[in-house]
């Protein structure tokens, strides 16, 4: 971002600042998934703990939900606790925009994470997160904000694109390891 202008730096440095305070909603639900599911899944209560990721990942979701419409009707007011110039509110709010995307994306890989790492299913969810980010994320922000009439929102797009992949592949990640316990589950006790 830094070859952009000053008021589009300011911008996306506002935006993303109150998008990461929004992010620690996902971020806490993540770690208190991570002991509850450790905890019920050490314990032999596959069942709870895997509605317990089901409650975590559909509140993080649901609050995701509540906090995007915060951002969608009141952005001119949180652009306004960053700013006083009109142009820089103004590109505060297009970034908040591409914001309610990200954290939606956000919101479900994060808990789904913490439950994998309860399960103690860690290196595969590091992998997909660095595949997802570094490899398809940041590069695809690049090509689109240098390639592309885009400007800085192409490196916005690039990270919704990578949020949203890497949010698709823990969930299917998830759903094969606790199939994996279920299935382990019912060999032990039958």
């Not at 969810?125 to 592309?148: D, H, K, S």
């Amino acid at each position: 971002m830094s070859r952009f202008d000053t008021v589009t730096i300011a911008a996306h440095q506002a935006a993303i600042n109150f998008a990461s305070t929004l992010y620690m909603i996902p971020l806490s639900i993540c770690m208190s998934l991570t002991i509850l599911v450790g905890f019920e899944s050490g314990s032999g209560r596959l069942k709870d703990a895997r509605q317990y990721s089901i409650m975590g990942i559909g509140s993080a979701a649901a609050l995701s939900l509540l906090t995007a419409l915060v951002l969608l009707f009141a952005g001119n007011s949180v652009a306004g606790l960053y700013s006083d110039e009109p142009e820089v509110i103004t590109l505060i709010q297009h970034f908040l925009i591409y914001a309610i995307f990200f954290q939606i994306s956000d919101a479900i890989a994060t808990p789904t994470q913490g439950v994998l790492r309860g399960y103690k299913d860690v290196n595969p969810a590091f992998i997909i997160c660095f595949a997802a980010y570094w490899v398809i994320g940041l590069p695809t922000g690049f090509l689109l904000a240098t390639y592309t009439d885009m400007g800085a929102y192409g490196y916005w797009i690039g990270l919704i694109t990578g949020l949203a992949i890497g949010a698709i592949l823990l969930l299917s990640r998830l759903v094969k390891v606790q199939r994996s316990f279920s299935v382990q589950s019912v060999d032990i006790t039958g």
